[in-house]
């Protein structure tokens, strides 16, 4: 597959996820009432609407890498920030696997933001800067499959009666 085509389908996935996310957030509104679970589903919306716009910029001009350098870096600022915030609001609660490990999104937004801002370390790996983001961005996908997987069938732990 060719990096255009990969991009174009991530993005397009991405998008669609984005948009099921909506269907899932309007059949929950008790989640708007609450701030925590409102930022977790936040995260969710961010975790497949930051991966579909770094891909929707990779296709714009293969031939201007400042592009998608740009997109990449500003993407990965703002998603690694938004993960910080949402790690700490997972703290009080039992998580899964891969809530536990939310971290590791900050991580990969790392290192995608070092690729934006020193593309040629992609090539200590045998790979051009763009296939290198592909790989990060696909385990941001895996890991917010999971997250989301969780948050949905996490049961809300009803108020105490003081």
């Not at 925590?36 to 293969?62: C, H």
């Not at 915030?85 to 899964?96: A, T």
Request: glycine share 8%.
């Amino acid at each position: 597959m060719s990096l255009a085509d990969f991009y174009s389908l991530m993005a397009v996935t991405c998008f669609t996820l984005v948009g099921l996310w909506w269907t899932v957030v309007e059949r929950h509104p008790e989640w708007k009432g609450d701030p925590s679970r409102r930022s977790l589903a936040g995260g969710v919306y961010l975790s497949f609407l930051l991966p579909g716009l770094m891909s929707t910029f990779a296709q714009v001009d293969a031939g201007n890498p400042l592009i998608w350098r740009i997109s990449f870096g500003l993407a990965a600022v703002i998603g690694g920030i938004a993960t910080v915030r949402l790690v700490s609001i997972d703290r009080n609660v039992i998580r899964g696997p891969f809530r536990r490990f939310r971290w590791l999104v900050v991580v990969l937004y790392g290192l995608i933001l070092v690729l934006a801002v020193a593309p040629a370390l992609a090539q200590l790996l045998g790979l051009t800067p763009l296939q290198a983001a592909s790989i990060g961005l696909i385990l941001l996908i895996v890991l917010a499959h999971g997250i989301t997987w969780e948050f949905m069938m996490e049961t809300p732990i009803a108020p105490k009666d003081v």
